[in-house]
C-alpha cells in the first residue's frame, strides 16, 4: 500500500499536473516491457520536475506567510495565497503542505484563463470546506464562478479582481464556525508500547491490517527518547538516532516534516508519537520510527 501511495501514485499523478495525464495510462496499458519502462521514466522525470515547482511554490508561500505575520499584530484563522507564476498543476499540493504547516484552512490560488484564476483549497477537521465555499457563494452570488469538492479539499474559480472580497469572506466565515479550540493539534495515540515490541515482526503484523484511511488510521504511538546523534535535515527528510526511556535498544527515527527537528541536539530526552515502519532501503532491512509529533519532554515534579 505505501509503494502505491507513495511512489507509483504520486509519479501517475505527476503527469495530469506537469504534462498530461495520458501519460500515466499509457504506462499502466502498456503490453511491451521496453515500452512500460520508457514511460515509466518519463513519469519519473515529470516527478521530479513537480517536485522542484513544489519546493520553489511552498517555500514562497510561507515565506509570503511570514512577511505578513511580521507587518500586522493579528492572527488570520485561513490562509488564501496567490502568485500569478505559480503553477495551476501544483497548488493542490502546495495547499496541503501550508496546511499542515500552519494548521489553518487554506487556499491557493494560480493564474487561470484571462482575468480568472483557480483556487484549490485544504481544511482542517471542524471546518467543511465545500459547506464554506457554498456559504460564501450564497452570500455574495456570483463571486465563485464554479466550485466543488468534500469536507476536507475543494476546488474553485473566480475572478482575479475579486480576491481580496474573497480572501475577508473566507477569514469572516471561519471566525464565525470556528473557535480558538479547534487550531489545538490532536494525536490520538495508543500510547507506549513495551520495547520488546519495537522490532520488524511487530510492524508485518500491523501492516497486515492496510490499507489504512479516513477513519481507519494507522496506529500511532508515543513514548519518551533520548536523542543520540544530532539531527540530519535535508529539504525533504529529518533522521535522528534514538533510545526508548525503558530500554538501551537504538532505533533510527525519521520524519517528512524536517522543520519539527529544528533546535534538538544530541542528549535532548523527547516525547515522540511515531508509527512504525520497515526501512527497505538497507539490508538488512531494520525498524524506522515515523516521526507524527515530537516535542520536549518535562519531567512531572511532585
Not at 519502462?37 to 514562497?60: F, G, P, S, V, Y
Not at 492496510?210 to 544530532?230: A, C, K, N, R, Y
Request: hydrophobic share 35%; glycine share 6%; with cysteine.
Amino acid at each position: 500500500a505505501s509503494d502505491l501511495g507513495f511512489a507509483v501514485g504520486p509519479r501517475l499523478n505527476a503527469a495530469g499536473r506537469i504534462e498530461h495525464m495520458s501519460l500515466g495510462i499509457e504506462c499502466l496499458l502498456a503490453t511491451d516491457t521496453d515500452a512500460a519502462l520508457q514511460a515509466a521514466r518519463t513519469l519519473d522525470k515529470l516527478n521530479q520536475e513537480r517536485r522542484a515547482i513544489e519546493t520553489r511554490m511552498k517555500e514562497q508561500a510561507l515565506q509570503h506567510l511570514s512577511d505578513l505575520q511580521q507587518s500586522t499584530t493579528h492572527q488570520d484563522w485561513t490562509v488564501c495565497l496567490y502568485h500569478p507564476d505559480w503553477h495551476q498543476g501544483v497548488i493542490g499540493i502546495v495547499a496541503a503542505r501550508v496546511k499542515d504547516s500552519r494548521f489553518r484552512p487554506t487556499i491557493v490560488f494560480a493564474d487561470d484563463q484571462e482575468g480568472m484564476i483557480k483556487g484549490s483549497a485544504r481544511s482542517i477537521p471542524g471546518y467543511h470546506i465545500r459547506d464554506a465555499l457554498d456559504r460564501i457563494s450564497r452570500t455574495r452570488p456570483g463571486l465563485i464562478v464554479k466550485f466543488g469538492g468534500h469536507a476536507m479539499a475543494a476546488g474553485l474559480t473566480i475572478h482575479q479582481s475579486d480576491l481580496d472580497l474573497f480572501r475577508q469572506l473566507f477569514e469572516d466565515d471561519a471566525r464565525t464556525h470556528l473557535n480558538e479550540e479547534t487550531f489545538q493539534i490532536e494525536i490520538l495515540s495508543e500510547g507506549d508500547i513495551e520495547p520488546r515490541h519495537l522490532r520488524l515482526d511487530t510492524v508485518r503484523i500491523l501492516k497486515q491490517s492496510e490499507p489504512w484511511g479516513q477513519e481507519f488510521g494507522e496506529p500511532v504511538f508515543d513514548d519518551v527518547f533520548m536523542i543520540l546523534t544530532p539531527p540530519r535535515i535535508t529539504a525533504r527528510q529529518g533522521l535522528i538516532q534514538v533510545s526508548c526511556q525503558n530500554s538501551n535498544s537504538r532505533y533510527e527515527a525519521a520524519t517528512f516534516k524536517p522543520d519539527i527537528l529544528k533546535g534538538l541536539q544530541a542528549g535532548n530526552r523527547v516525547r515522540i508519537a511515531y508509527r512504525m515502519d520497515i526501512n527497505r532501503y538497507c539490508r538488512p532491512e531494520r525498524l524506522r520510527l515515523m516521526i507524527e509529533h515530537i516535542e520536549p519532554f518535562q519531567e512531572e515534579r511532585v
